[in-house]
């Protein structure tokens, strides 16, 4: 099967070209910037673009799947030529329904969590050598790429993001899988450049619910009020499996998991972590894996790339990266990082980077997401906000939406730098909270304060 793909350098797009490649498939693909890791990766497999751009006469009538991303805009020139000659086009999930419709669908949903719960499924799976095909936001240990497609596996595990599927196809990513087993972990008000009111959000998980097939299977997190009430009001004719956080306690910097063999340790920690492992614990035994060999595997999950990641340690001394940028993922990773290091200074930076967090009316739903750090800094790049050409957020409403008084706000990359890098971290937890960089932070710096 022929393949081009139209933006092929994006985290998710040049992860399916490489499943696709190692499939046999033939791929080709154009985009007109490619950063890594995706450069090196594509390289490795001879599929990097000879040179930057788009080409209209790369896309020829043999083609028998163009798959669009959202990078790509409605001009494109390889697009209209596409059009033009009447191929198949597929956004990425339309294209991973196609590559998934005859396989048990497992699906992942929610506005926080779905990362890291799809990752600790994968990583059950791949600890007793069951073979699933898959596709995960983050890179995984033990896993060569994001996305792995056979035509033999029976199951797929897909993390369903609720973002939109192509500039084409303005339907969310995760209404398109039709999922036959679905988890759906939490809802919190995101995306308002798309979704620009609450009821709006909500009404995109009401119908992933009910986009399950008939007969299958919800298992879902009730202690959040609004997943609740999606699951329990819904018509479809589904199994309806609720969960709710386990027991634990954590000694001297360890979280011991309540289990029926007694206490546990794991590596990972937080209430909303635990949280994840009951949906993940519940999702593999739908899959075959029962309890017992679900806790053997789990206590070994680390968890997933910058989802509370320890980046360094010293000597009374930790550093964490953290992919959270919404009020409610920052306001439980802070909670988390506290209770794990209940005796230390926890020092913790939020980077305002997307478009939710760089609203100014949006800013107001962080009230209170901070207050589990000693020392509490806010950084926004004002060049990010002309970039997304948005308003201009000020010092003081952000000051003002935090309810904080001794909020620390830094405008200035280097200001921030300098801030950072002339604090004492003995006794000391810092947690850097951002699907940025700080205006161009080198974490491994970072790590050498930690020594």
Not at 405 to 427: G, H, R, S, V
Request: net charge negative.
């Amino acid at each position: 099967m022929r393949t081009h793909f139209i933006a092929i350098g994006g985290a998710a797009m040049h992860n399916l070209a490489l499943a696709l490649h190692s499939k046999g498939y033939q791929v080709t693909g154009s985009d007109d910037a490619i950063f890594e890791p995706s450069k090196t990766r594509l390289q490795n497999k001879g599929l990097l673009p000879a040179e930057m751009g788009w080409f209209p006469e790369k896309i020829t009538s043999d083609i028998d799947a163009i798959i669009l991303g959202m990078h790509a805009k409605e001009n494109n020139p390889e697009l209209l030529k596409a059009q033009e000659l009447g191929l198949k086009i597929y956004s990425y999930p339309e294209f991973l329904y196609e590559q998934s419709k005859n396989k048990t669908r497992v699906v992942i949903g929610g506005s926080h969590g779905k990362t890291t719960i799809t990752s600790m499924i994968l990583h059950v799976m791949h600890y007793h050598k069951i073979e699933v095909d898959y596709m995960v936001g983050a890179q995984l240990e033990g896993f060569d790429t994001m996305v792995h497609l056979t035509e033999t596996n029976d199951f797929i595990v897909l993390e369903g993001d609720e973002y939109l599927s192509s500039p084409m196809d303005l339907r969310p990513k995760f209404h398109l899988y039709q999922p036959n087993i679905a988890l759906l972990s939490g809802i919190a008000w995101d995306h308002i450049n798309v979704f620009p009111t609450f009821e709006n959000y909500v009404e995109q998980f009401e119908i992933f619910v009910n986009k399950i097939t008939k007969g299958g299977v919800l298992i879902y997190n009730e202690e959040d009020p609004t997943v609740k009430k999606v699951a329990e009001e819904t018509t479809n004719t589904i199994r309806r499996m609720p969960y709710t956080t386990p027991s634990y306690s954590v000694v001297d910097g360890i979280t011991l998991l309540d289990t029926p063999d007694g206490p546990m340790p794991i590596e990972v920690f937080g209430a909303h972590n635990l949280n994840n492992l009951a949906g993940a614990k519940w999702i593999c035994q739908c899959m075959g894996v029962d309890e017992a060999d679900f806790y053997e595997a789990i206590a070994s999950f680390k968890g997933a790339s910058k989802r509370l990641e320890k980046i360094a340690e010293g000597k009374g001394k930790v550093a964490y990266k953290d992919f959270a940028h919404s009020p409610s993922k920052v306001a439980a990773t802070t909670k988390a990082v506290k209770k794990q290091y209940p005796e230390r200074t926890l020092i913790a930076c939020l980077e305002l980077h997307t478009y939710s967090s760089l609203n100014a009316e949006f800013l107001k739903e962080y009230q209170g997401a901070l207050d589990a750090a000693d020392v509490a800094v806010v950084f926004y790049s004002p060049d990010a906000v002309k970039i997304k050409q948005l308003e201009e957020v000020t010092y003081e409403q952000i000051a003002n939406s935090f309810q904080r008084e001794d909020l620390i706000i830094y405008t200035n990359p280097a200001e921030f730098k300098d801030f950072l890098f002339q604090q004492n971290f003995d006794n000391s937890a810092l947690l850097l909270m951002s699907s940025g960089n700080y205006g161009g932070l080198n974490f491994d710096e970072v790590k050498e304060l930690m020594k």
